[in-house]
């Protein structure tokens, strides 16, 4: 089987990256945006062709979320027109695409989990031009599989918990928002995951879209408190408001996600969000 990765420098790229020489039977490509620019058809064409893949994972995208606020055209270009592309690619080449969506396209205001068939009114460009991108490739013709996921966090990269990790030991207090409710995402557990459904896909091919992100909920201001708490750091934590903070984009307040579409496919409960963190503290000590 033969995998191709777009965005392989980004935080998901790196972690498929990491785990490769567990799998194999796999031969792999792994395409920086240098290398294979998802807005650039020709060279996009001409990198796959010459590869020839059973499968592309995208994990290219423009995720700068506040930024998106500003440069909405920079956001569309990358989140809606390069999937666009490769998915076109995709279709024409017969290559299965597994795409990577986010909890932003949702944005509403339950009290229940949210479900993959959920309406979509995403409020943030970011969460917009990730939409954008879903109906583009859903519409395209392309064999796909979409996820979608909520906080993504892992030893790679910048995300929440290394920032934790660095301001945690230099600051006495934090504040940090605490009425946004959602689930952390350890991303090897979906990047294996992710390579275990492929394996089911080689004996039945269907286009799905599936939450994804690890079991319970919680808040951030919770997340960085257990964060510290297993790394024993006595940095403060002061919860406040969405508002209080005052990020540029706005932010789902529940992005809590049901995950059994995926857990059915899997035959496995994915791991409460806890016990992923507590992997991924470990690892980055022995990283270290
Ligand atoms: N991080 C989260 O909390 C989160 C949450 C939910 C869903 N997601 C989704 O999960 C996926 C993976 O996220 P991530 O955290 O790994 O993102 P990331 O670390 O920002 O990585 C994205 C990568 O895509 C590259 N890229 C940007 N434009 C490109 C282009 N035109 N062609 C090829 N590559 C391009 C970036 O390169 P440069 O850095 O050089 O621009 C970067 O290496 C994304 O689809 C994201 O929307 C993320």
């Not at 592309?56 to 700068?64: H, P, Q, R």
């Not at 299965?96 to 909890?103: C, F, N, P, W």
């Not at 490739?137 to 918990?161: C, D, E, K, P, Q």
Request: with cysteine.
């Amino acid at each position: 089987m033969r995998i191709l990765v777009t965005g392989a420098n980004g935080q998901l790229g790196r972690q498929f990256n990491s785990l490769h020489n567990s799998y194999p039977k796999i031969i792999w490509k792994f395409c920086s945006k240098n290398e294979l620019d998802i807005t650039d058809s020709n060279s996009a064409l001409n990198v796959v062709n010459s590869f020839n893949p059973d499968y592309m994972i995208n994990c290219a995208a423009y995720t700068a979320v506040d930024k998106a606020e500003e440069n909405q055209n920079a956001a569309f270009r990358v989140n809606e027109y390069g999937v666009s592309i490769l998915a076109q690619i995709a279709k024409e080449s017969g290559i299965h695409l597994i795409h990577y969506s986010t909890d932003y396209v949702y944005d509403l205001l339950k009290n229940t989990p949210l479900i993959e068939t959920d309406i979509c009114q995403p409020k943030s460009i970011y969460g917009k031009s990730k939409r954008a991108g879903e109906i583009a490739l859903i519409n395209s013709g392309a064999s796909y599989t979409i996820y979608r996921v909520s906080w993504l966090y892992s030893s790679y990269n910048n995300n929440f918990v290394k920032t934790m990790l660095k301001l945690g030991s230099s600051r006495n207090e934090l504040k940090i928002v605490n009425d946004q409710i959602g689930a952390p995402t350890y991303s090897k557990n979906l990047a294996e995951d992710t390579l275990k459904v492929i394996s089911g896909l080689q004996v039945n091919k269907t286009n799905e879209i599936y939450n994804y992100c690890n079991g319970g909920q919680t808040t951030w201001a919770e997340f960085a408190e257990r964060i510290f708490h297993h790394k024993s750091i006595s940095c403060k934590i002061k919860g406040i408001s969405t508002e209080e903070y005052g990020a540029p984009a706005p932010r789902p307040k529940w992005s809590v996600m049901n995950t059994l579409k995926i857990e059915n496919i899997l035959s496995a409960k994915l791991n409460h969000w806890e016990e992923s963190l507590v992997e991924c503290l470990e690892e980055l000590d022995a990283m270290a």
